[in-house]
């Protein structure tokens, strides 16, 4: 744990990867491995997959993450799935990743929509927010950040920001092998925390989990986690491989180890 008694999350986001069969064996594998009591692992099969996978890891203590739902319980919503039919199956849901904002279009009021529709459900939104490479030249990041947690958020109360997890992922740095500096990464998530301390107060903002995403791998996740602004990372393109994931956990209880020897010395 962190000395503010967080753990470290090490999320896994399998985003259009392997069928179900694959899915599965590759759970199987995953639910062999001992999760460290300082780290959360959980991992976001495609939809097809959630609940055979699932299943697979109920018998681990790594969770299940919906990679998408849409905010309406039920009804004449061709290819979509709900919130609540996703009780039982995953436990996180991403919302607002880029793929979902710039690939299909999300906006800022339909993401907010899902947010609200996941916490009403009990599935713990995980709302990704990060500027694209052009906001960034332009000195936009903050207030793309701003504007995309305020808009979020909005219809939750204080006590419900608390228990969200926010990943920052900068759009540039999603799957290009480009990752933000770390000192980078750690201002934007002082940034969200003093964003929501101005909402909702000091509590939400210290509470509220933070994970970075973009390019991570085994040789730089280090460099995020050790900074106690940020809680954990959202892995992508390094999650689909056993060998490249696990480093990123066992990273990860380096790091809480090392801090609870520093908290006791
Ligand atoms: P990446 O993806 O690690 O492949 O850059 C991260 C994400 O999209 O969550």
Request: net charge positive.
């Amino acid at each position: 744990m962190t000395v503010s008694g967080r753990k470290k999350l090490i999320f896994g986001n399998w985003k259009m990867h392997f069928s179900v069969k694959q899915s599965v064996a590759f759970a199987t594998k995953l639910a062999d491995k001992e999760v460290p009591d300082s780290v959360e692992v959980a991992v976001a099969p495609n939809t097809l997959a959630i609940a055979p996978v699932s299943d697979v890891l109920s018998v681990s203590k790594i969770a299940t993450i919906s990679q998408n739902a849409y905010y309406k319980d039920e009804g004449a919503f061709t290819g979509e799935v709900s919130m609540p039919m996703l009780r039982g199956v995953a436990k996180y849901v991403l919302v607002g990743h880029s793929e979902r904002r710039h690939v299909f279009h999300e906006s800022n009021e339909l993401v907010r929509h899902k947010v609200a529709a996941a916490v009403r459900s009990s599935i713990k939104p995980i709302l990704c927010v990060g500027e694209t490479l052009v906001e960034r030249e332009h000195f936009h990041t903050k207030q793309v950040v701003h504007d995309q947690l305020t808009s979020g958020l909005c219809d939750l109360t204080a006590e419900e920001v608390a228990r969200m997890v926010i990943a920052y992922e900068p759009v540039w740095a999603i799957g290009t092998g480009k990752y933000a500096h770390p000192d980078d990464a750690v201002k934007v998530a002082a940034h969200i925390r003093s964003v929501i301390a101005s909402l909702y107060g000091h509590e939400p903002a210290n509470k509220v989990r933070i994970l970075y995403g973009g390019s991570v791998s085994s040789e730089n996740a280090t460099s995020y986690i050790s900074s106690s602004g940020i809680d954990g990372l959202l892995v992508g393109g390094a999650s689909l491989s056993l060998a490249k994931f696990w480093p990123i956990v066992a990273a990860a209880q380096k790091v809480q180890t090392t801090k609870s020897n520093e908290g006791r010395a």
